[in-house]
């Protein structure tokens, strides 16, 4: 593989296998895209993972909710049921999100600013569904009241493919 289609390390520590598997995908007529998993925009190739490494250090989440600002407030076993949402139309605005705790009771959460749903690739849409926010016929059908037409919302789910794939690697000695 020449130097230019090596993908850049900055900061990253890559086990010294990875550059001779992506080397071998390669040979076998898979094109290189160094940014394939963060763009989204070529689903055929190979590429190196993105890693969290930082200064030698992995970096999670955790690392930046345990050193959390005061705008960020953690609350554990709590379920996000539905985003508040009021006004009408244009004027419409996400306020808060209705949760239930872990005892049953229901609790409304009012933002300052903003919600961000960030509940992955099976709970977002639940939520957004629950909230009004999908397909317009397909609320209407469990007795929801249709806030934003939005047919996309739970739409092409589809899961991660996981493949494993074991490489033995002879060395020239």
């Known amino acids: ?7 850049p390390l900055a ?8 550059d001779l598997v992506m080397e071998s995908f390669q040979s076998q007529g898979l094109p290189l ?7 989204g925009e070529s689903p055929h190739g190979c590429g190196h993972v993105p890693r969290t490494v930082y200064k030698g250090d992995r970096t999670t989440a955790a ?3 345990l050193n959390k600002g005061p ?12 985003v508040i949402l009021e006004g009408e139309g244009s004027n419409l605005r996400a306020t808060g999100v209705k949760t239930l705790e872990k005892d049953g009771r ?6 300052n600013k903003e919600v961000i749903v960030s509940g992955g690739a099976y709970c977002s849409p639940a939520i957004l569904l629950r909230s ?3 397909e317009r016929a397909q609320l209407a059908a469990h007795g929801i009241g249709c806030k934003v ?4 919302v739970g739409k092409n789910l589809m899961d991660h493919l996981v493949s494993f794939y074991y490489f033995l690697h002879k060395s020239g000695d």
């Open 71 to 82: 705008n960020l407030f953690i609350k554990t076993e709590t379920i996000v049921d539905k």
């Open 1 to 7: 593989m020449s130097g230019d289609h090596k993908i």
């Open 11 to 18: 900061n990253k520590v890559q086990a010294p296998i990875s």
């Open 149 to 152: 037409d939005l047919p996309g």
């Open 106 to 111: 229901a609790r409304d959460l009012k933002a």
């Open 63 to 65: 690392n930046y909710l």
């Open 33 to 39: 895209h160094p940014d394939m998993f963060s763009t």
């Open 132 to 134: 009004g926010i999908g």
